[in-house]
């Protein structure tokens, strides 16, 4: 079992950055894809970035130059940097992780990108 806990989202200006925080306890986090998913209103779940156990990463193409997804295996947490913030980015985002069968969601957390 793995539990994920996301914090930092909130009411940010269009061009503003913003850096999203995902702590995983329960099981040893460095085996697992971590990945952030958004969900806007009226709209399915997508994937905005992922990060491999090997450090590797992969963004959706709204998102690539902007935004950074980075993990520290030994603190068990993965954030994703976010700059040049537009309100298209307005979602939920989400926390996963994944390996094999498994798979774990964070309970989200909001961000708006409004002026």
């Known amino acids: 079992q793995v539990q994920l806990v996301e914090s930092g989202g909130g009411l940010v200006q269009p061009g503003g950055s913003l850096r999203l925080s995902c702590a995983a306890s329960?099981?040893?986090?460095?085996?697992?894809?971590v990945g952030w998913y958004r969900q806007a209103p009226g709209k399915q779940r997508e994937l905005v970035a992922v990060?491999?156990?090997?450090?590797?990463?992969n963004y959706a193409g709204s998102v690539k130059d902007r935004f950074t997804i980075s993990r520290d295996n030994v603190k068990n947490t993965v954030s994703l940097q976010m700059n040049v913030l537009k309100p298209e980015d307005t979602a939920v985002y989400y926390c996963?992780?994944?390996?094999?069968?498994?798979?774990?969601w964070g309970q989200g957390t909001q961000v708006t990108v409004s002026s």
């Open positions: 990060i491999y156990t090997g450090g590797g990463t």
């Open positions: 996963n992780v994944a390996r094999g069968f498994e798979t774990y």
């Open positions: 329960g099981s040893i986090f460095s085996r697992y894809l």
